[in-house]
């Protein structure tokens, strides 16, 4: 009898994963971490660098990659539905792939679950920014600068918010950026206002501690 044929091994489908979202999942783990002992939330931490506003942050990746990634951050809600970091980690990759109504839902779960989390509005609000919807954007930074009037993150997203608006709301920009600058003095948030408003009014950048500016703008009080 002849010998049976081997039958041929199947190969091993191997998931790829784009630059940009191998960032992302470092950038977010990073980030979930530091929202435990209360910092930042997820979507703040790469927008601070990258000045927030102005273009399309979407990611486009390849289905079987968004499946695979979306279904961790999913499976983390599902795990702990209370984990404001979980939802906010979900909320914030939701909106990076496009799945803007998903992820304002999602954001809102957090909220309702953490409404005096600074770092969750804060979160929130920068992902607002990026979908575009300026007014709700401007509402979760004012409520998270009323939480915690000390979050420069927060007062450099507004000031940014302020000079991307359509048309640029130029003064409450420059507000915010001095009002950053003086209360988050020795920060990064401080240091980068201090750069922005530099370069939207066209004078050399002051040391934020020497920055003398108008006296600081108090902070809103949304209904």
Known sequence: MPPKATPPRKKKKTQRQSKSLMTFNVIAIAVVAAMIVGTLGVAVFSDLFSGGGGDDDTITLDQDDTDEIEQ?????????????????????????????????????QAVDL?????????????????????????????????????????????????????????????????????????????NLASEELAAMTATPAASPQASPGASPAASPSPS
């Open 72 to 108: 961790q951050y999913r499976d983390a809600v599902a795990a702990n539905p209370s984990d404001t970091s979980a939802l906010v980690t979900l909320g914030n990759y939701l909106g990076l792939v496009g799945k803007d109504e998903e992820a304002i839902s999602t954001y809102q």
């Open 114 to 190: 953490a409404p005096n989390d600074s770092a969750v509005r804060t979160s929130f609000a920068t992902s607002l920014a990026r979908m575009g919807k300026q007014a709700d954007a401007e509402l979760q930074f004012q409520k998270a600068i009323e939480a915690d009037p000390s979050n420069g993150t927060a007062m450099l997203g507004l000031a940014r918010l302020y000079r991307d608006w359509l048309p640029p709301r130029t003064e409450d920009a420059i507000t915010w950026y001095q009002t950053t600058i003086q209360k988050s003095a020795d920060t990064l948030s401080a």
